[in-house]
């Protein structure tokens, strides 16, 4: 997807205008995103973005694990030092009656966005897991 998608995909409409130069600035070249949705209801998504250069996704990488930071309890922010990975998991219901768990890291130039939404508890393991396969097939470079 080109930037301008991305921006409307990722970012709230309230962000969208500063997110869409912050990202030109960044020399955001292109992202994918793709979701599933299980047989008990529970998703998961991942979306990768690539820069132009490594500090552009390292900019996008530290934006969004800020944002994750921002959160009060009972939101936690795991991490994964393995890979570089900060999170944030909410335990609190959405409108659609899901609990959610992201992670972000980065590799190269690319970030790495990982979402799973659950009506249980949600796990950051498992998310940890996914983002952990990606960041390997983007390291080898497959």
Known sequence: ????????SFYPKSERTRERAL???????????????NAD????????ARF?????????????????KQWPPPMTTPTDPAIGAVGCSNPRL????????????????????VNEWTAAKPDPAAAKVLLQRQYDRLKKGS
């Open 1 to 8: 997807m080109n930037r301008i998608s991305f921006v409307k």
């Open 23 to 37: 990202n030109a600035h960044r020399g955001f070249v292109s992202a994918v995103d793709e979701g599933w949705t």
């Open 41 to 48: 209801g529970s998703g998961q998504e991942i979306i990768l």
């Open 52 to 68: 132009a250069t490594p500090a552009g996704a390292t900019s996008a990488f530290d934006e969004v694990s800020a944002w994750f």
């Open 94 to 113: 959405d409108s659609s009656g899901d609990a959610l768990v992201e992670f972000v890291a980065h590799a190269g130039d690319t970030m790495l966005f």
